[in-house]
């Protein structure tokens, strides 16, 4: 084994204890606390698919009763665990003009009585789909990036229906509220944590929702948001400000105007796009305002971006910030592929929050980990990714409980409940 690599992965265990030692206040009991050490270790762990089942295996214990209790009914601050991934990822990797990202993300899944379920569009599928969506907020700076927090999207098909409200234990307090209404909360919140960024990014979504814009422009932040092309932005003409549309305004440039930079590094390189931006009429409040247009070199795709900063930037730094919009893509994949973001079988309100909390909190200790590493880093490799690092601490640092009577065990839980649910499906099935 490289000393390089002996090194780097002997940074796990203090960074994992840094974590665990500032969420411990947030539970009330010492066996809830080391319950969770164990979940959060196993939605790093190598399973082939993380449930309370296998996750409960993984640790050793008898039945999944302990961790489906801890994602249900124990009794643990899962708002205070919130702040405490806020706070971690402030301390590794905050930096004053970090941007904050936010967009949705779905899960398929059957049935009906799972909370915010219904057919609905999601990005997942790309069509509309039963599925459950949620609005997460990533945070991304030069070391790194990491989801920070999510809300659940509840339809209004669920938000005005008591009965499955209170059958998937939603909170009173809970109403609807639309997409950017929601990234809204979380933004807030953010800011109001301390958490140091300078900029916000996002789709169509986002950009189109005027109360979503006041409120970063109120906090002070500047952002760079996707528009339709058919939005009617403020430009300035001889007469003070007209409105006209986006792709009105785009086909009215000339090839000077156009300038190619990269939009960050991608799989293959550098992402090359041609860009315009144009200075709109400050009638919609103070700060500075552009319309940002991105062009793709080949075959002239047109991308529109409704800008403010409290200050003049230049076109440079716009290209920056929305280039790192595909951070959240990256933060997504990284979640679902590596610490089960999606993979999570349960039905209930404060099940899904904590269940996609440990899951952003076990991304997060390794991104956190990824950047930490990066000056350890020898010559001619590239550095550590998410993916490598969970793979070298579960080779040399995870270690599962593994004995015959453990096996065993397990073999005879997953026979009994398959011969309890065998049954009840029988008995419901009418006689022939």
């Known amino acids: 084994m490289a000393a390089g690599h002996s090194v780097e992965v002997g940074l796990w265990p203090a960074l994992e204890s840094q974590l665990l030692d500032r969420v411990a206040g947030r539970f009330a009991r010492v066996e809830t606390r080391q319950r969770f050490t164990w979940f959060l270790r196993g939605m790093t762990a190598e399973l082939p698919r993380k449930t309370c089942w296998s996750i409960a295996e993984h640790a050793g214990e008898n039945t999944p009763d302990g961790m489906q209790h801890l994602l249900n009914r124990a009794v643990w601050d899962t708002d205070g665990v919130a702040e405490d991934l806020r706070g971690f990822v402030t301390d590794h990797l905050g930096e004053p003009d970090a941007v904050l990202i936010v967009d949705e993300s779905g899960d398929l899944k059957k049935g009906r009585d799972t909370v915010g379920v219904q057919r ?38 669920w938000a005005e229906d008591p009965d499955r409200r209170t059958e998937a234990g939603v909170p009173q307090q809970v109403e609807f509220a639309t997409k950017p209404a929601l990234a809204t909360t979380m933004i807030t919140r953010a800011v109001e944590a301390g958490l140091p960024a300078g900029w916000v ?107 403010h900063a409290p200050r003049p930037v230049a076109l440079t730094e716009l290209v920056r910030v929305a280039g790192t919009r595909w951070r959240i893509e990256e933060s997504f994949q990284a979640t679902k592929t590596l610490t089960g973001l999606d993979e999570h079988q349960v039905r209930r309100w404060t099940s899904w929050r904590r269940w996609t909390l440990t899951a952003m909190l076990a991304h997060a200790l390794l991104a956190v980990f990824a950047a930490t590493t990066q000056t350890h880093r020898p010559d001619g490799l590239i550095p550590l990714t998410c993916n490598e690092i969970a793979r070298l601490v579960n080779r040399l640092i995870v270690e599962p409980i593994r004995s015959l009577a453990s096996v065993l065990r397990w073999s005879h839980w997953r026979r009994r409940h398959q011969h309890r649910a065998r049954t009840s499906h029988y008995r419901r099935r009418p006689a022939t």
């Not at 459950?132 to 790194?144: I, P």
């Not at 906090?219 to 006209?244: D, K, Q, W």
């Not at 090359?272 to 080949?298: K, M, N, Q, S, V």
């Open 120 to 157: 609905q569009y999601t990005g997942t599928a790309g069509r509309i789909e039963n599925a459950q969506v949620g609005v997460y907020l990533a945070y991304a700076s030069r070391g790194g990036h990491a989801l920070v927090d999510r809300e659940l999207y509840l339809p209004r098909s």
């Open 201 to 307: 990014t996002g789709d169509e979504v986002y950009g189109s929702d005027p109360d979503l814009r006041a409120q970063l422009e109120t906090l002070g932040l500047g952002y760079v948001l996707g528009i339709g092309c058919n939005r009617r932005v403020t430009i300035h003409a001889a007469r003070g400000g007209v409105r006209t549309r986006a792709d009105q305004i785009a086909a009215g440039l000339g090839e000077h105007c156009w300038t190619r930079y990269s939009a960050g590094a991608g799989a293959k390189g550098p992402r090359f796009y041609d860009w315009a931006f144009i200075a709109l009429h400050p009638d919609d409040g103070p700060g500075h305002r552009w319309l940002l247009i991105r062009r793709h070199p080949e075959h002239g795709e047109l991308a529109y971006y409704r800008c």
